[in-house]
């Protein structure tokens, strides 16, 4: 899977989606764009996101996945 770093298309990972019954929602819908990356502790990443629409500004990175065609974003094998 390609790396979150600064300037890359994300969007929530479907397994993320799923985790909290929200596959079929507006926030499976959103895409943005990382303009940040900050540690959050040890062993947790941040990403400050320049969503289409209104979400959280900030969201672990591993709830995220880069947007086209990967087993975390479009749901393949």
Known sequence: MKA???GTKVAYSVQFLKSVGMSHSDMAHARGI??????????????TIDWDREMPERVNV????PVGLNRHFSNID
């Open 34 to 47: 990382v303009t940040a990356l900050g540690k959050f502790g040890q062993h947790t990443t941040l990403a």
């Open 4 to 6: 979150i770093s600064i």
């Open 62 to 65: 591993a709830n995220l996945a």
